[in-house]
């Protein structure tokens, strides 16, 4: 199919209240600035959880002290029976977080759960939505001239993924009460029924010993002792008859919160690279000139290395570090969510911004379509912002907080508004939200520097943003996750009371603030200590709460693991440290792991799944240093946990390691979009206004710092090629507001 990209055409009222025009953006020089405040250290506990250190959670770059340099202006309810929810997290008496250190603890004994079988009470029939189809919507589309024209058949060149342009049938309409559930698969065919579980079928089905033949005509077996099977049937690519494991849902059916639990794993550094997940990438580059220590100087530095490949080495990685086979083997693990980073040059970026523009989409929808084969759903997460959220390497460009902070802040948080926007009018397509239930809106937002209440208005933007598209209620629209910012899950159960289906996300690592020197056997216990009681308590007073990072790291030990060249608290050569000098030799050799150790990871591995309920482990995979030749950081690979033995062989075996003494309550209705959900009252709204009145530093007036104007032409995210049915990458054709973009007359 012959087609080409546009963007999507917006309507602008002019002064006097009249015509409506269609106008293409504006392009100018955004603003980036030095000066964002050092981070504190967390206190320890899911309710005391700070950002780690100066570095941070992950990070390269240390915040500088003072202000910033540079300044300028310019339904019915669903009930539920009485039962206790998650038998298996048990918070104990020396749960708080003075307990981390303890060395005294006991490896608690195993779960006599059966394979196969769910942890979870059952509460109650799940209720399957009927089908609906999508709206049928009218598309209008314009032509762009000149020079924009150019740049955007430039990308199309350079991205062999087009958008559709199908004119619909009818006139526009806004969502119907009648559309998919986050989590339903009621598009494409058989949805009504569940997979064939026997082996088999056909070509475009199997079970367990199937040979799967991918895209490039390349073979693997598919391993899944779960009574998982797969389905892709090229015919009917939307169908969502797949699933992962006999006891998690077929995409066909909606997936309850209440019932099924989310045992996940992040795909960390595949379309957002980071130093320690694949130095390889990195290591020809740490010693130039900037050295590559985030995506922003990597991008610089292959981009001027165009004697191997130039930008173009990103999307090799893409290509080969994540493929089809990682997904059948996280499905085979026993595994059913994905949680998937993505960047927000995925969308678009600015002339100024060095990031490959748009690449990592198409592959973003080559791992929609494998999570669909394979059964799988995704936790989209937009982990990098416009300016940066928190400093951190992996936001894109580390070193400086410019996202709702100092004069830039306001201006970025209206870029990341439209991201928010463009990337849930596609995943609340019929077509993909079975797929996609989830979509986190900030990964790690540092709230010590942006401030809560600046970040609760934005966070009440991005809620209205997502569901004036989506409409509210439950099956309409992705759950929105929010992290909590290092502030402890206990910190937000007020957050915007009356919202619709929003989740709390914590990242409980271990090794970011103080060094426990204790034996790997005697902290075994330490996450049912220590995080399932405040997993219970968010779940009872806030409703959904997971955990969307945490790893088997007991100390900060691996290649790059605190950012480029930091060194480790555990060696003493990074931070303050305990004033002890460890080796991290036997850490990071894997080779010479006993089997002692490995069995002892394994219980600590199971004691953080039960302690957690719903999780994604960070991350699946980590790749060897290009000098080496080796995993130099294996305490954070899930999969290479699998194949050398000390990560579970079947995450339902956590089943009951906790214990339990407070469990948690049943979900209530307005907590997964019934009755009270999206009823945000006037008084709240009115506490958190937008945009905010003030910003950090200094209680800059947010009336006196540079803005976007919303005349920009709106990017549409493509759909794969060749595709086929109604989907074109906007759920919503009502929504014509044309996005932020800078103002040509503006300068710094």
């Not at 019929?430 to 520097?449: D, K, L, Q, T, W």
């Not at 062989?649 to 390691?657: E, I």
């Not at 950090?696 to 049915?725: K, Q, R």
Request: a negative charge; charged letters at 15%.
């Amino acid at each position: 199919m012959d087609q080409t990209p546009l963007a999507r055409p917006v309507s602008i009222a002019s002064a006097t209240g009249g015509e409506r025009i269609s106008q293409a953006p504006t392009i100018a020089v955004d603003g980036h600035l030095d000066g964002a405040p050092a981070a504190a250290e967390p206190t320890g506990g899911l309710d005391d959880l700070g950002p780690p250190t100066a570095l941070a959670n992950r990070a390269s770059a240390a915040f500088g002290e003072g202000s910033p340099s540079n300044l300028s202006v310019a339904d019915s309810s669903q009930p539920f029976a009485n039962l206790p929810y998650r038998n298996s997290l048990a918070p104990t008496a020396a749960g708080s977080a003075q307990q981390l250190g303890d060395s005294d603890k006991e490896v608690a004994a195993g779960s006599d759960a059966p394979r196969g079988t769910s942890p979870f009470p059952d509460l109650g029939q799940r209720s399957d939505e009927d089908g609906a189809p999508k709206n049928n919507r009218k598309r209008l589309f314009f032509i762009l001239g000149g020079a924009a024209a150019l740049a955007i058949i430039a990308v199309a060149v350079a991205v062999p993924v087009a958008l559709t342009h199908t004119k619909k049938s009818s006139s526009a309409s806004a969502p119907s009460s009648s559309s998919p559930s986050s989590g339903s698969g009621n598009s494409g065919s058989g949805q009504n029924g569940g997979p064939t579980s026997s082996g088999p079928t056909s070509a475009v089905t199997g079970s367990d010993g199937s040979t799967i033949t991918t895209e490039n005509g390349t073979t693997f077996t598919y391993v899944n002792k779960f009574g998982g099977t797969w389905y892709d049937d090229p015919n009917d690519p939307f169908n969502n008859n797949a699933q992962a494991q006999s006891w998690t849902p077929p995409l066909s059916k909606t997936w309850d919160y209440q019932n099924d639990p989310m045992r996940g794993v992040n795909l960390g550094g595949w379309l957002v690279p980071e130093p320690f997940i694949v130095p390889a990438l990195f290591e020809p580059y740490v010693n130039g000139t900037p050295a590559a220590t985030d995506e922003w100087t990597l991008s610089q530095a292959m981009a001027a290395d165009t004697a191997n490949g130039g930008l173009d080495q990103l999307e090799k990685h893409y290509d080969t570090f994540i493929t089809e086979e990682d997904f059948a083997q996280i499905a085979g693990a026993g595994l059913n969510w994905i949680r998937l980073p993505i960047p927000f040059w995925a969308v678009e970026k600015y002339p100024e911004e060095p990031f490959l523009e748009g690449v990592a989409w198409k592959y973003a929808l080559k791992a929609f379509k494998w999570a669909r084969k394979y059964g799988l759903r995704i936790n989209l997460d937009l982990h990098t912002i416009p300016g940066s959220q928190n400093g951190y390497n992996h936001s894109g460009k580390g070193g400086q907080i410019n996202f709702l902070y100092g004069p830039m802040g306001l201006a970025n948080a209206q870029r990341t508004i439209d991201y928010i926007r463009v990337i849930t009018e596609f995943i609340s397509q019929p077509e993909y939200a079975p797929v996609i239930p989830m979509f986190g809106i900030i990964n790690e937002p540092v709230v010590s520097s942006i401030g809560k209440d600046q970040l609760t208005s934005f966070y009440l933007q991005a809620h209205d943003t997502i569901r004036n598209i989506t409409g509210t209620g439950t099956g309409k629209g992705p759950f929105i996750s929010v992290h909590d910012s290092f502030q402890g899950l206990a910190a937000w159960v007020d957050l915007l009371p009356g919202h619709d289906r929003m989740a709390l996300d914590v990242h409980p690592y271990l090794i970011f603030s103080s060094v426990d020197r204790s034996p790997l056997a005697q902290q075994i216990t330490k996450p049912c200590d220590s995080w399932a009681s405040d997993m219970n308590t968010s779940w009872t007073n806030f409703g959904v709460s997971m955990a969307g990072e945490f790893s088997l790291a007991i100390n900060d030990c691996g290649l790059w693991v605190n950012g480029v060249g930091a060194g480790t608290r555990w060696e003493g050569t990074f931070g303050d440290g305990d004033g002890e000098k460890g080796d991290c030799t036997p850490w990071n050799d894997y080779s010479s792991w006993t089997q002692d150790t490995k069995d002892n990871f394994k219980a600590f591995a199971l004691h953080n799944f039960d302690s957690l309920g719903h999780w994604f482990f960070w991350t699946w995979k980590i790749g060897a240093s290009s000098i080496t030749g080796k995993i130099e950081s294996p305490m954070w690979s899930y999969q290479l946990g699998l194949q050398e033995g000390w990560m579970p062989d079947d995450p339902t075996q956590a089943t009951g390691v906790c214990g339990n003494t407070s469990p948690a309550q049943p979900l209530t209705a307005e907590m997964i979009g019934g009755a009270g959900a999206g009823d945000i009252s006037a008084s709240v709204r009115a506490a958190s206004p937008w945009p905010p009145t003030q910003l950090n530093p200094g209680d800059l007036n947010a009336n006196n710092v540079p803005v976007y104007t919303p005349t920009g032409a709106i990017p549409t995210l493509a759909m794969p090629t060749p595709t086929s049915g109604t989907a074109d990458g906007w759920y919503d054709a009502a929504d014509t507001r044309p996005i932020y973009t800078p103002i040509a007359s503006c300068s710094e």
